[in-house]
C-alpha cells in the first residue's frame, strides 16, 4: 500500500514539474500566450481613427450617381435616345418620337415604336407618354421623345437633346 501511495505522489509530483516548467519556458506574447502591450492597441486605436476620418471626409464628388442621371428637356426639344437606353418621364408632357421602315420583303412600311414595358406594348408616333412608364429605345435609330411642355426624365444610357 506504501508503494501506491509513493508512486502516486511521484506521479503527480513530475506531472507538475512539468507542467510548471512548461508555463516558465512559455514565450510572453506567443500563440499560446498572447500578450498586447498598451502601445499596440494605441497604435492600432490611432489607425482605425485614421481610417474612419478619411472615409468621413472623402470628397463627394468622388461617389458616384448610378446609373440612372436627371435630364431635362426643354419644351419643343427632343430627346432621342440610343439602342437599350432606358427612359421614365418624370413630369411634364411629352410624345413618342417612332421611326418608319421599309419591309425588305413584302415592300410594306413598318411603323417601330418605343417599348412600353409598364403597359406591355409599343408607343407610337406622336402618342402620348404617361408620367413614371419605363421606355426602353430597341435601336439606336433617332427614337425618343418629343417635349409638349418642359420635362424631366431619368435616363439609363446614351442619348441626346435637339
Known amino acids: 500500500m506504501r508503494k501506491i501511495v509513493k508512486n502516486t505522489?511521484?506521479?503527480f509530483s513530475m506531472a507538475?514539474?512539468?507542467?510548471?516548467?512548461?508555463?516558465?519556458f512559455t514565450e510572453p506574447g506567443s500563440e499560446n500566450d498572447p500578450l498586447v502591450s498598451l502601445s499596440y492597441v494605441?497604435?492600432?486605436?490611432?489607425?482605425?481613427?485614421?481610417?474612419i476620418d478619411e472615409k468621413l471626409s472623402r470628397d463627394d464628388s468622388q461617389e458616384e450617381d448610378g446609373p440612372w442621371k436627371v435630364v431635362q428637356v426643354s419644351e419643343g426639344d427632343s430627346l432621342?435616345?440610343?439602342?437599350?437606353?432606358e427612359i421614365i418621364l418624370r413630369s411634364g408632357k411629352a410624345n413618342a418620337i417612332s421611326v418608319f421602315t421599309e419591309d425588305l420583303v413584302s415592300g410594306v412600311i413598318i411603323e417601330n415604336g418605343i417599348t412600353n414595358i409598364t403597359l406591355g406594348r409599343d408607343l407610337k408616333m406622336d402618342e402620348n407618354i404617361e408620367e413614371n412608364h419605363l421606355l426602353i429605345i430597341p435601336r439606336t435609330?433617332?427614337?425618343?421623345?418629343?417635349?409638349v411642355t418642359n420635362t424631366y426624365?431619368?435616363?439609363?444610357g446614351d442619348y441626346k437633346i435637339k
Open 9 to 11: 505522489i511521484i506521479g
Open 16 to 24: 507538475a514539474i512539468i507542467f510548471m516548467g512548461a508555463i516558465a
Open 42 to 51: 494605441d497604435m492600432r486605436i490611432e489607425q482605425l481613427k485614421n481610417y
Open 80 to 85: 432621342i435616345c440610343y439602342g437599350g437606353t
Open 141 to 147: 435609330d433617332s427614337r425618343g421623345a418629343y417635349a
Open 153 to 156: 426624365w431619368l435616363v439609363k
